[in-house]
């Protein structure tokens, strides 16, 4: 039973419905930093859920934003990429480290990356 | 010891085959506040340092401030109308006030807000109000306190001596002209990375001129260095160039990226991009570098004393500068210079996992300074050890004291 309205709530693209249970949390995050810090404050257990739901998705999912231009997407669409963006960091912990983040970096480790001469 | 270092076939290079015989140094030369303190004056007030390049500064007017650290100077660079760029510290001639807040702009002068004494863009005294307070103070002559300025192959170089010992020619030597047309100005798409650390700066230079850690620290965030037949991680080539040195990472042959993002972000970005149009000349195919063509490398490091690395990559280059503030604290700036920004979904999603990447794999580097400095301060290490493989460490701390002590 939902009572989550459509158009208020986050929401994905059709096909995607699976993984909304983590727009709440990954939809809403702009830069690296934050996902970052997000993927610090949670368990390796909680990453590996969102590993195991959205890697064998990775494909479709560039596969439809393939169809829109290089810039800004409709929102169920940021809410897919912004998933993706929680992924290469999520990825780092579950492929790499074997850890949420490099366990011996102290609490308030932080790199602020900005893109002085981006062309973008 | 100078000059190229060829590694013979059967084993790797080693301190005794460089005479560099020195295999420890007292724990001080890490914590202590005397030995910051000659640093800062002996080296960072003597020595050139890069800080900038000149594409930050491409138009006449174009000005970036720069905190140097070390000394606590405010710089000032400036692209005036005459096309030379020109450092002065942002310190009003009246009675001090930084000139100049915006960190980054256009000018056609400069305007202190206190006074409002005004200067050129060349750093000269244009205006005084009530000039006639001042009889001794004369414009179009007197101005910004200037800071010596020299360009190599696009890196602006600073220097705080009043007068340099020598040329940023003469300083960079052998090294510059080696590395004197890299085509360091096609990598264009810049990400910035600083990194203030609880840690002795050289501590961070150290990390990066010894394979021995790479497959340990980085046994898993660098899966595609470490090699059986290499268990210590040597580098295959070592060149060294007066006080300034290069080093080469090798690439292990078999690797194959396996887990499934990781060979997707590769897949979609960096092996799709390679199909596109080069966006430049290749840093990686320069002759100067990696001279025995060994295949496949990582990168090539470029090491300019005293703290600056620039490692040439297969898709730019990453810069860093060490800024010690004291024997305990440091700032490393980390940027990384790209051949193209991200034109799609997939290559930006590529772009995000390769910045996770390298930012995890800084952090193992960063994290091990920090843990070295607290180890080292608690007093009971006396000397730190340099193996016969960390010739790089021996070579460094050799030419550190030496340019202390003005040996070289």
């Known amino acids: ?120 | 010891m100078n000059g190229f270092t060829r590694i013979p076939e059967s084993r790797w290079l080693r301190s005794r085959d460089l005479k560099l015989e020195e295999s420890s140094v007292p724990a001080s030369f890490y914590t202590s506040q005397e030995q910051f303190e000659l640093e800062r004056e002996q080296v960072f007030r003597r020595a050139w340092l890069s800080v900038a390049r000149v594409e930050e500064l491409p138009n006449a007017g174009d000005f970036v401030n720069l905190d140097i650290l070390t000394l606590k100077a405010k710089l000032i660079l400036v692209r005036g109308d005459d096309g030379e760029v020109r450092g002065f510290h942002n310190s009003c001639a009246h009675r001090g006030v930084m000139v100049v807040q915006k960190e980054k702009g256009n000018a056609a002068q400069f305007r202190c807000p206190y006074h409002a004494w005004v200067y050129g863009t060349d750093g000269k005294l244009r205006t005084i109000p009530g000039a006639d307070m001042f009889p001794d103070v004369k414009c179009g002559h007197d101005g910004l306190p200037p800071v010596h300025t020299g360009i190599w192959n696009g890196f602006i170089f600073v220097n705080f001596a009043k007068e340099p010992e020598e040329s940023l020619e003469e300083f960079l030597g052998e090294a510059g002209v080696l590395f004197s047309d890299l085509p360091f100005e096609d990598y264009n798409h810049e990400l910035r990375l600083p990194q203030p650390l609880a840690t002795n700066w050289k501590h961070i230079s150290n990390a990066f001129t010894e394979g021995y850690h790479l497959g340990f620290l980085h046994k898993n965030s660098l899966p595609f260095v470490f090699d059986r037949e290499n268990p210590l991680t040597d580098y295959p080539t070592v060149r060294f160039m007066g006080r300034h040195s290069a080093n080469i990472t090798g690439a292990n042959s078999k690797w194959q990226p396996t887990k499934p993002v990781m060979r997707f972000a590769l897949e979609t970005g960096f092996a799709a991009d390679a199909e596109l149009e080069p966006a430049g000349k290749k840093l990686m195919d320069h002759p100067a570098i990696n001279p025995d063509r060994i295949d496949p490398i990582m990168e090539e490091a470029i090491n300019i004393f005293p703290n600056t690395q620039i490692q040439v990559l297969h898709n730019g280059y990453l810069w860093y500068q060490y800024w010690p503030s004291g024997p305990n604290e440091m700032l490393w700036d980390v940027r990384l210079f790209l051949d193209r920004a991200p034109h799609s979904f997939r290559t930006e999603f590529a772009e995000a996992s390769y910045v996770a990447a390298i930012r995890d794999v800084m952090a193992e580097d960063s994290s091990m300074g920090e843990l070295q400095q607290q180890g080292l301060i608690s007093g009971g290490l006396e000397r730190v050890k340099y193996g016969e493989n960390e010739f790089m460490l021996r070579h460094f701390a050799q030419t550190l004291t030496n340019y202390i002590e003005g040996k070289v």
């Open chain 1, 1 to 120: 039973m939902s009572t989550i309205e459509r158009g208020v709530s986050p929401s994905l693209p059709a096909a995607f419905e699976a993984l909304e249970m983590f727009l709440e949390e990954w939809g809403d995050l702009e830069t690296e930093d934050e996902r970052y810090q997000l993927r610090r404050r949670k368990s390796l257990e909680d990453l590996k859920l969102f590993y195991d739901a959205v890697t064998p998705r990775l494909e479709d999912v560039f596969r439809h934003l393939d169809q829109f231009e290089y810039g800004p997407l409709p929102r169920a669409e940021q809410g897919l990429f912004r998933l993706a963006l929680g992924l290469a960091e999520v990825a780092q912990a579950v492929e790499v480290i074997g850890h949420p983040s490099v366990p011996t970096t102290s609490a308030q480790h932080t790199i602020q990356i900005s893109r002085p001469r981006s062309l973008k």
